[in-house]
């Protein structure tokens, strides 16, 4: 993620995108538990849940990243207002 500060409909977009990716998954394993008991031998059980542990694994880095460029951006948001703050102050 670059320094550049996301518009909110592009924030939006982004949200909407996980959203569905969750909907999507939701769905995929609704069907296969109404499907019946898996029939995958025990190590396809395996590969699919090292599988499910991957892409688990990274969309949490990616929340942890996007929620440390948040607290940057905060913080840069607060230190602006401190700075016009101080210059605004009277009898500096």
């Known amino acids: 993620m670059s320094g550049k500060r996301e518009t909110p409909a592009t924030r939006r977009d ?49 929340a942890i990243t996007a929620s440390i460029h948040a607290f940057r951006r905060a913080a840069d948001a607060h230190d602006i207002l401190a700075a016009a703050y101080e210059r605004q102050r009277p009898g500096r």
């Open 14 to 62: 982004q949200i909407g995108r996980r959203i569905e990716t969750v909907g999507t998954r939701i769905e995929e394993l609704e069907e296969q538990r109404q499907a019946g008991p898996s029939r995958a031998s025990g190590s396809d059980r395996l590969a699919a849940a090292q599988r499910h542990a991957a892409r688990s694994q990274a969309a949490a880095e990616q």
